[in-house]
C-alpha cells in the first residue's frame, strides 16, 4: 500500500519539476519531504519500508555500475585527479573541522568526523547529472568521476578505521581481478541482445559487485563501480549501460524519495542545514581553483567544480557510524545540496557563457594536453560526434575525396578512431571557447552528429555569430530538438527516423527497378 503512495507522489512532483525546467529528481527528493509532512499532520509516522530501502541501494548500485562502463581506468591516474581529490579533501577538512569545534562545541575527534563527512561529493548525485547531459566522457565529466572514485576511496578508509573493522583477508584476491576480464569478455559476447544481457549486468552489478564486496568488508558500491570499470573497454559496453536504463532509473526514484523521507527537521537542524547550504559555494571554489592549479582551463575547471557542488551520501554513513545524533542535520544538509545543485547545474554552460571571460583570467600559461586550442588548415567539411551516424558521414565523404575533419569529446573514441586511419581530433561541442578559437580558414560544411542537442545548439549559435556562412546541417530524433537547433542557425536539421523511413521506401523503387532490370 505505501509504496502506491511514494510512487504516485514521486511520479506528481516529478512531472511538476519537469514542466518547470527542473530535473525531475529534484521533484522526487520534494515528494519524499511531502510524504514526511503528510505523515506529521497525519499523526502517522512515515519511514522508507524495506522494500524502499532496498530499491535505493538497488539502483545506487546500477548507477555505479553504468558508471563504471564508462570509466577508463588510466583516466584516474592524472595529476588533476589524484591532486584535486586529495587535496581538496584535506583543504576541506582544514576549514570544516575548527569551525565543528568552536561553532557547534564539538570535541576534536567529533569535529575531524563532521569535516570529513562534509568534504565528500554525492556520487550519485554528480554522476546522475552528467550521465543526464551525456556528459560523463567529457574532460571535465571523467575529471570529476575521477575525483569522485579518489573521494570514494577515502571514505572507504575512513569508515574502516571509524568503524573499526577491516576488510576480509581474502579481499587480497581481488588484486587478481584484472585476469578475470577475459573472461567477463566472453559472456559478455555470449548473452545476445535480450534479457540474458540484462541479467548479465544485475549478475555483475548486484550479486559479484555488491554482494560480493560487502562478503569481503568492502563497499558494495565501489565493486558494482569496479566490476562495471573491467567491462569499460569492450565493445558493447555502451549498449549493456542502455539495456540497463530504465531499471536504473526506477531504482534510483527510491533512493532520492528515501532522502527526503528521512523526517522534517526540527529548528536546529534545519539551522545547522541551511549554514551548510550557504557554505555550499566553498566546494565549488576551492574545486575551481584546485584545477586550475593542474592547468586545467577554466570551463572545465568551473563545470567539473559545479558538478561536485554537493554533499555526499557518505557523509551520512559516517554519521551513522560516530556521529548518530548528527544524522537528521546531515541529512537535511545532504538534501538541500542536492536542490541547490541539480538546477545549478543544469545551467553550468549558460553561466559559464555569461562569467567565462571573467573566470579565464585565473588560468595558468600553458595549456593541459587535453585542451589544446584547436586548429584545422585545409578543412573543408567538419564533423561534430562521431558516433554512429558522425561516423557513417564522415566515411561517405572521405570516399569522395573530401577534406574532413572529426570532433568528439570522448578521449578514448577519439584514440579508437586514430587508430583506424580517421582524423579525428578531442575537442567539446558546447565549449564557447572553442568555437571562439577555432582556426579553420579553408571550412565549408559542419555536420552536427553530437548525441547532445544542447552541444548541437550551441555550436550551430557559435558558429553564426562567428561569421561562419557555410553549411550547417544536422541530425535529431525529435522535432522540437530539430526546431531548436534549426533556429540555432543549421541550414537544415533531419529527423533521423523520418528520413531513415523516407528512405526504405525509396529504396524498394530502386530494388524494384534493378528486378525488373534482370534477364528471366
Not at 576549514?95 to 575531524?112: Q, R
Request: glycine share 10%; aromatic share 10%.
Amino acid at each position: 500500500m505505501f509504496e502506491t503512495i511514494w510512487i504516485i507522489f514521486a511520479f506528481a512532483l516529478g512531472m511538476a519539476v519537469k514542466l518547470v525546467g527542473l530535473p525531475p529528481l529534484v521533484g522526487y527528493l520534494a515528494a519524499g519531504f511531502a510524504i514526511a509532512a503528510a505523515g506529521e499532520v497525519a499523526g502517522i509516522p512515515v519511514e522508507g519500508t524495506d522494500v524502499l530501502r532496498h530499491l535505493a541501494h538497488l539502483g545506487v548500485l546500477l548507477l555505479l555500475f553504468t558508471v563504471g562502463l564508462k570509466l577508463k581506468l588510466r583516466n584516474l591516474v592524472q595529476p588533476e585527479v589524484i591532486g584535486g581529490g586529495v587535496l581538496h579533501f584535506i583543504m576541506s577538512m582544514a576549514l570544516f573541522m575548527p569551525g565543528s569545534h568552536f561553532l557547534f562545541g564539538l570535541d576534536w575527534y567529533s569535529a575531524l568526523m563532521l569535516a570529513i563527512a562534509l568534504s565528500f561529493s554525492s556520487t550519485v548525485l554528480a554522476a546522475k547529472l552528467l550521465e543526464s547531459k551525456r556528459e560523463l566522457r567529457a574532460f571535465h565529466g571523467r575529471v570529476a568521476i575521477g575525483i569522485l572514485v579518489v573521494q570514494d576511496l577515502l571514505a572507504l578508509l575512513v569508515l574502516a578505521l571509524a568503524g573499526g573493522s577491516t576488510p576480509s583477508i581474502w579481499a587480497l584476491g581481488l588484486l587478481a581481478l584484472p585476469l578475470v576480464r577475459p573472461l567477463l569478455y566472453r559472456l559478455l559476447d555470449s548473452c545476445g541482445h535480450d534479457e540474458l544481457l540484462v541479467l548479465f549486468g544485475l549478475l555483475l552489478a548486484l550479486v559479484a559487485g555488491g554482494q560480493g564486496f560487502e562478503r569481503l568488508g568492502l563497499s558494495a558500491e565501489l565493486g558494482a563501480l569496479l566490476f562495471g570499470a573491467l567491462l569499460a573497454n569492450h565493445k558493447r559496453a555502451v549498449e549493456l549501460s542502455q539495456s540497463l536504463w530504465s531499471i536504473k532509473e526506477v531504482f534510483l526514484v527510491g533512493f532520492f524519495l528515501q532522502i527526503g523521507m528521512g523526517g522534517l527537521p526540527e529548528l536546529d537542524a534545519l539551522l545547522f542545514a541551511l549554514l551548510l547550504a550557504v557554505l555550499l559555494p566553498l566546494k565549488a571554489v576551492l574545486f575551481f581553483f584546485l584545477l586550475l592549479l593542474f592547468k586545467l582551463r577554466a570551463r572545465s575547471a568551473f563545470l567539473s567544480g559545479l558538478s561536485l557542488t554537493n554533499y555526499s551520501e557518505f557523509g551520512l554513513i559516517v554519521a551513522n557510524i560516530v556521529l548518530p545524533q548528527w544524522l537528521i542535520p546531515l541529512a537535511i544538509a545532504v538534501s538541500l545540496s542536492f536542490l541547490i545543485s541539480a538546477p545549478l547545474y543544469r545551467m553550468a554552460h549558460p553561466l559559464y557563457d555569461r562569467w567565462g571571460a571573467w573566470l579565464s583570467r585565473f588560468e595558468r600559461s600553458g595549456f593541459h594536453p587535453d585542451e589544446q586550442p584547436l586548429s584545422l588548415p585545409g578543412v573543408r567539411v567538419l564533423v561534430v560526434g562521431m558516433g554512429r551516424t558522425g561516423t557513417a558521414a564522415y566515411d561517405h565523404l572521405k570516399k569522395r575525396d573530401m577534406a574532413v575533419m572529426g570532433l568528439d569529446s570522448d578521449p578514448a573514441k577519439v584514440a579508437e578512431h586514430q587508430r583506424h586511419g580517421r582524423k579525428v581530433v578531442f575537442a567539446d561541442a558546447e565549449d564557447v571557447q572553442l568555437w571562439k578559437n577555432l582556426k579553420a580558414p579553408e571550412l565549408e560544411y559542419v555536420i552536427l552528429a553530437a548525441s547532445d542537442v544542447e552541444a548541437k545548439v550551441t555550436a550551430a549559435r557559435q558558429l553564426r555569430q562567428l561569421g561562419f556562412e557555410g553549411v550547417i546541417v544536422a541530425h535529431s530524433l525529435y522535432a522540437d530538438h530539430a526546431e531548436a537547433i534549426t533556429r540555432a542557425g543549421a541550414d537544415h536539421t533531419y529527423q533521423t527516423m523520418a528520413e531513415t523511413g523516407v528512405g526504405l521506401a525509396e529504396h524498394i523503387f530502386s530494388v524494384g527497378a534493378r528486378r525488373r532490370q534482370q534477364p528471366v
